[in-house]
């Protein structure tokens, strides 16, 4: 696998850096995400009956104005305009209307238009001396963060951040689990005062100014490089299906295997896989659950919408 020719190292100063969605640190941020999640799936789940703010808060053990309170704070509209973004017909609706944002942004660059909160992301791919090594020598950081989202695993390593997913707390031994088998031969040290830092930023909502980088570090086969490049093109607010990402990388016939490089992805949010859907406007599947990918998807859209 050749490198690819991106900056490797970005100091710290210029990472991004910018207002995000302000949850409460720790137990706090990851209860609000586990009732904006019940909340979700039970929205989604119930689309066609257009439930009430009532029935909604009703399901999350809150009152009608306290459950508002969260989720405004939390989605920046509210929960009936966020319902609208679940919907099958608006995901239709914004497939058509990104029916070539691949190939508007690959002429873009990274930095595509409307990324308005999305990080100017630059990466490089392992060498394949490196790929063969199982990145023996490596030492990886890592850390327990909060997030919009609910718990994240962020992994650093000296050239940029090689693993971001979601958990939840009792889950945290499984995602170490993975990160061993993703990077066998590396030396796994928790350091959360280090990625804390990192961490902090990942969500901003501004648009990240030019020159600012936040280097990620890739771990794939060529196709997965490939696939993983493309979803970087998608911006924020846009979703695209598995066959516009086949067609975007030459080969059109590969919708299946592009969905294996998605699901094969370990940078969850940074390298946007929740924003390739089914062809028909449903979600698809997600490695870290429906819920969250339809959060995710309908977070963005409530951003751009504002």
Not at 275 to 303: D, S
Request: aromatic share 8%; glycine share 10%.
């Amino acid at each position: 696998m050749s490198q690819l020719p991106f900056p490797t190292t970005c100091p710290p100063e210029l990472l991004p850096a910018g207002p995000g969605p302000a949850p409460a640190a720790g137990a706090q941020a990851s209860l609000d995400y586990t009732r904006v999640e019940q909340a979700i799936s039970f929205i989604a789940g119930h689309v066609s009956e257009q439930p009430s703010l009532e029935a909604i808060a009703a399901q999350v053990h809150l009152s009608p104005f306290h459950f508002n309170r969260l989720f405004t704070r939390w989605a920046g509209t509210s929960p009936q305009r966020f319902l609208r973004f679940l919907t099958k017909e608006y995901a239709r609706q914004v497939l058509a209307e990104s029916g070539s944002v691949l190939a508007a942004t690959y002429q873009a660059g990274l930095s595509g238009p409307s990324r308005l909160h999305d990080l100017f992301v630059a990466y490089e791919a392992m060498t394949p001396a490196e790929y063969r090594a199982q990145a023996a020598g490596l030492t990886i950081a890592y850390g327990f963060h909060a997030t919009p989202f609910g718990e994240s695993l962020l992994s650093l390593t000296d050239r940029g951040i090689c693993g971001l997913t979601f958990q939840a707390e009792a889950e945290r031994a499984a995602a170490l689990a993975q990160l061993r088998a993703t990077w066998p031969g590396a030396t796994l040290q928790p350091d959360a005062a280090r990625t804390e830092s990192v961490a902090a930023r990942l969500f901003a909502i501004n648009a990240t100014p030019a020159g600012q980088r936040l280097p990620l570090v890739l771990k794939g086969t060529n196709f997965q490089i490939k696939v993983w490049e493309a979803l970087l093109r998608i911006p924020a607010g846009a979703v695209v299906s598995y066959r516009d990402v086949a067609a975007a990388i030459g080969q059109p016939g590969a919708s299946q295997a592009v969905g294996g490089a998605v699901g094969a992805n370990n940078i969850g949010y940074l390298i946007p896989c929740h924003r390739v859907i089914q062809q028909h406007g449903g979600p698809g599947g997600y490695r870290w659950g429906n819920a969250r990918k339809q959060a995710l998807l309908a977070w963005e859209a409530a951003q751009v919408a504002a």
